[in-house]
């Protein structure tokens, strides 16, 4: 009941005086209003729950969040003992 | 898909489970608010992959499951009368009242739609300027400004047609009361990540600081389930209980400003009471006097309703996480989807629900391996 999708605002427009969007998910488009969130951007990404967008995601911390997890690969090599002969292995 | 795909990756989630291994020392039980979550730790067999000593026990954060059955009949009631169209999100449909569902309703006597949206509601009852349109407002803090903005709208469009039957409960109350039940084994909890990016975590601070919890609030997707889970066995380990943030890139700490505001102009705090928990004070929203025209309890005099809970369901129990599913003798047998007998079958974020529909009802024997000819 309280899933919200992540969607890419495509056009912006008003309706009934309310800021609304296309948005845009995987292959599929549909209205949602952007009053909670009026600063979104044609571009940016909003997640939308029964039309409503109640938040913007925030690209740049989602990358990092990744990127944060991706690493836990690398963090969990460093904790295999050294090997003296083991050369290079930065990626 | 961007943000979700990245958050399934299956190398990573092994890499935190590992991490998850190596931190934990003690034997936990953690407790995930959201159906949502439910949902995606049985769908993915989250719970599976963790070490034995760390146990999630599944909250009551489904809102289709906790709208009580006296709400469910007098929904019915409403959309049993004629010149009525009764709207209703989609997972409300089949859960079956005293007598019959919606479902049941809308192929008989009654107009029933199921909307995507509130604000379908405005069309619709701009198209029919002689039925009254009743919408069931049923939800967590997650959906509030979806359906405050449909009281708000109907009120400045000054439509006469429109009403909400509001039904509308809220988290914190309801983890205080989980927290204070004598039966209680939760030690930590995975926040709701989606009513957090509405209303913000600032709430939970109290609770986590005066029980000496830790609350994550946590995503949806399997790794930010797998990274809340890590970060509540971290404070456990560590002996902290505070509130932290696995899901930074949807909310920050005080959430949605702008809906706060609309909710709080259509929505006040009210008791409400929660099918197979009870009442818990405080624990919901009903609409303001100002908008008590748009009350469809107010607009629909609609009967007292008396209603009576199978005495076998220990649902109440399962939505504060004393029981799980496979400790009901009627799980799976005499009560399914098909035949729910309790809140937590009632809605596929339902954890009995959820086990079920993922084959946690069969037993060994009923299962087939792939290969296998015999």
């Known amino acids: ?91 | 898909m961007k943000y979700l795909d990245e958050y399934r990756d299956g190398d990573i989630a092994a890499k935190l489970v590992e991490r998850i291994k190596r931190v934990q020392t003690k034997p936990w039980v953690i407790m995930e608010v959201c159906g949502g979550q439910t949902h995606s730790i049985v769908k993915n067999g989250i719970d599976h992959l963790l070490p034995k000593g760390v146990e999630l026990v599944h909250g009551p954060g489904c809102p289709v499951c906790v709208t009580p059955l006296e709400m469910v009949d007098k929904a019915h009631a409403i959309a049993r009368q004629p010149g009525v169209i009764f709207c209703s999100f989609g997972d409300m449909l089949r859960v079956p009242g005293s007598d019959g569902d919606l479902f049941s309703i809308k192929s008989s006597v009654g107009d029933v739609r199921v909307v995507y949206s509130p604000l379908d509601c405005i069309r619709i009852a701009r198209a029919n300027p002689d039925k009254q349109i009743v919408f069931f407002a049923i939800g967590f803090e997650t959906t509030a400004p979806a359906n405050a903005m449909l009281a708000w709208q109907a009120r400045q469009m000054g439509l006469t047609n429109v009403s909400l039957l509001v039904s509308h409960v809220l988290v914190p109350p309801a983890i205080e009361a989980i927290l204070n039940s004598p039966q209680n084994r939760v030690q930590a909890f995975l926040g709701p990540g989606h009513v957090c990016a509405v209303v913000g975590y600032t709430e939970y601070e109290p609770l986590a600081a005066r029980f000496h919890v830790p609350i994550v609030v946590t995503g949806f997707e399997p790794l930010d389930i797998l990274e809340g889970v890590l970060m509540v066995i971290d404070q456990l380990e560590s002996g902290r209980a505070e509130v932290e943030n696995q899901y930074s890139r949807v909310l920050e700490r005080g959430g949605n400003r702008p809906a706060q505001d609309l909710i709080g102009r259509v929505f006040e705090v009210t008791d409400r009471k929660w099918r197979g928990v009870g009442t818990i004070p405080g624990s919901g929203f009903r609409l303001r006097d100002e908008f008590r025209a748009f009350d469809a309890e107010h607009r629909f005099s609609v009967q007292a309703i008396d209603t009576m809970e199978p005495a076998i369901c220990i649902s109440g129990q399962i939505l504060q996480g004393i029981k799980k599913p496979h400790d009901c003798p009627a799980f799976g047998t005499e009560c399914n989807p098909q035949h729910p007998l309790g809140a937590t079958m009632v809605s596929a974020e339902g954890a009995c629900a959820a086990y079920y529909a993922y084959g946690r009802h069969l037993k060994d024997a009923d299962l087939v391996t792939l290969g296998d000819n015999r």
């Open chain 1, 1 to 91: 009941m309280c899933l919200a999708i992540p969607g890419k605002v495509v056009e912006t427009f008003t309706a009934e005086g309310m800021h609304m969007a296309r948005v845009q998910f995987g292959g599929v488009t549909r209205e949602a209003c952007l009053d909670y969130v009026p600063e979104t951007q044609v571009g940016e990404y909003v997640l939308v729950h029964v039309g409503f967008a109640i938040s913007r995601v925030d690209e740049e911390e989602a990358r990092r969040t990744y990127e944060a997890l991706a690493e836990l690969d690398q963090l969990g090599e460093l904790d295999i003992p050294e090997v003296s002969d083991r050369s290079g292995g930065v990626s």
